[in-house]
């Protein structure tokens, strides 16, 4: 199946797999800067609606758990140049980091 539209592999391939968990291992997505995509299952598979995921992904939407993970760095980082100011809450977010 040919696509063309932005994107961002390996969230497509994340959406993909979480919309379609029987696919992990079986579908195969591949990219070009121009845009295009392309994503391949065995012919033995039949396409459960993948054009409906590719029609609904947007990659300048961050992969859902980005944005927190981003949130907690921000947070360590605060924490490494001022330790003093780390509260509870703080160190609780960090060390979901690990």
């Known amino acids: 199946?040919?696509?063309?539209?932005?994107?961002?592999?390996?969230?497509?391939?994340?959406?993909?797999?979480?919309?379609y968990p029987e696919l992990k291992g079986v579908v195969r997505v591949e990219g070009w800067d121009d845009g295009r995509l392309r994503l391949t299952l065995p012919d033995n598979v039949p396409d459960p609606g993948l054009a409906a995921v590719v029609a609904v992904h947007d990659p300048s939407k961050p992969a859902k758990g980005e944005a927190e993970q981003k949130a907690r760095e921000a947070v360590l980082t605060r924490i490494k140049a001022d330790p003093a100011s780390a509260t509870i809450q703080d160190l609780l977010n960090v060390l979901q980091l690990v």
């Open 1 to 19: 199946m040919l696509f063309t539209k932005p994107h961002d592999l390996s969230k497509l391939h994340d959406e993909i797999l979480a919309r």
